[in-house]
């Protein structure tokens, strides 16, 4: 069972330059989400997405863009990246709302490097 | 703004040792709790749920929720060096499914 998995696992990027983050979960969850993490901070919600075709705007947005054209994947996209989006990434999902379906099943994650 | 709050620490504890973490959170509407455990370079892994006043055991863990005071704690009796790692508290009870997440507070457990 694979469950959540990304790719890739580290990227460095280059000021300006374009990339897109794969997520795919195996699970048939209905609810996933992109955060990220920096250094001694907690998870920033970017983006979320309730179902196939539908997306929505977290705490952290700018400079982001998703799409979620099935109920398996959710890409990241980073357009014109900036020293800011270094971070590790997070693609995660879940049941969705309701005690018991909130638990979150995480990637392994992303380590982005802008330089 | 919703909120979570925790020390960062980090808290440090001798083998055998029960480690206390302690969480704040602002909505009062929240229903749902968990606490997560992160090593280093790792993605988080759930290891406690708690929706209802009280304690729950699992094992070495207890997690304890006070709706009253907006408080939830994590007990980890018996620590052992393995559980060295930054903990996370998360709150949740939005439409969303969403989870918001504490800065978390690390541990470490000297043998």
Same mark, same amino acid.
Request: charged content about 15%; proline content about 5%.
């Given at each position: 069972?694979?469950?959540?998995?990304?790719?890739?696992?580290?990227?460095?990027?280059?000021?300006?330059?374009?990339?897109?983050?794969?997520c795919t979960?195996?699970?048939?969850?209905?609810?996933? /989400?992109w955060y990220?993490?920096?250094? %001694?901070? @907690?998870?920033?919600?970017?983006?979320?997405?309730? &179902?196939? +075709?539908?997306?929505?705007?977290?705490?952290?947005?700018?400079?982001?863009?998703?799409?979620?054209?099935?109920?398996?994947?959710?890409?990241?996209?980073?357009?014109?990246?900036?020293?800011?989006?270094?971070?590790? /990434?997070?693609?995660?999902?879940?049941? %969705?709302? @309701?005690?018991?379906?909130?638990?979150?099943?995480? &990637?392994? +994650?992303?380590?982005?490097?802008?330089? | 703004?919703?909120?979570?709050?925790?020390?960062?620490?980090?808290?440090?504890?001798?083998?055998?040792?029960?480690?206390?973490?302690?969480?704040?959170?602002?909505?009062?509407?929240?229903?749902?709790?968990?606490?997560?455990?992160?090593?280093?370079?790792?993605?988080?892994?759930l290891i406690?749920?708690?929706?209802?006043?009280?304690?729950?055991?699992?094992?070495?863990?207890?997690?304890?929720?006070?709706?009253?005071?907006?408080?939830?704690?994590?007990?980890?009796?018996?620590?052992?060096?393995?559980?060295?790692?930054?903990?996370?508290?998360?709150?949740?009870?939005?439409?969303?499914?969403?989870?918001?997440?504490?800065?978390?507070?690390?541990?470490?457990?000297?043998?």
């Amino acid at each position: 069972n694979a469950g959540v998995t990304q790719t890739p696992k580290f990227r460095i990027l280059k000021i300006g330059q374009s990339m897109t983050l794969q997520c795919t979960q195996d699970m048939n969850h209905n609810y996933m /989400y992109w955060y990220r993490q920096d250094p %001694g901070m @907690g998870l920033k919600l970017i983006y979320y997405s309730v &179902g196939a +075709g539908i997306t929505d705007k977290g705490e952290v947005p700018n400079g982001y863009n998703v799409s979620r054209s099935t109920t398996e994947d959710f890409p990241l996209r980073l357009e014109l990246a900036a020293p800011s989006q270094t971070s590790v /990434y997070f693609c995660a999902s879940t049941l %969705g709302p @309701g005690q018991g379906a909130e638990k979150l099943f995480f &990637g392994s +994650g992303t380590q982005l490097s802008v330089l | 703004q919703k909120e979570v709050e925790q020390n960062s620490g980090p808290l440090s504890v001798p083998e055998g040792a029960i480690a206390s973490l302690n969480c704040t959170y602002s909505d009062r509407g929240s229903q749902s709790f968990f606490w997560y455990r992160q090593y280093s370079g790792k993605s988080p892994e759930l290891i406690m749920s708690i929706y209802s006043n009280g304690d729950k055991e699992d094992g070495r863990f207890t997690a304890q929720l006070n709706k009253a005071s907006q408080y939830v704690s994590l007990l980890i009796r018996d620590s052992q060096p393995s559980d060295s790692a930054t903990y996370l508290c998360a709150v949740g009870g939005g439409s969303q499914g969403n989870l918001i997440f504490g800065k978390g507070t690390k541990l470490s457990v000297k043998p």
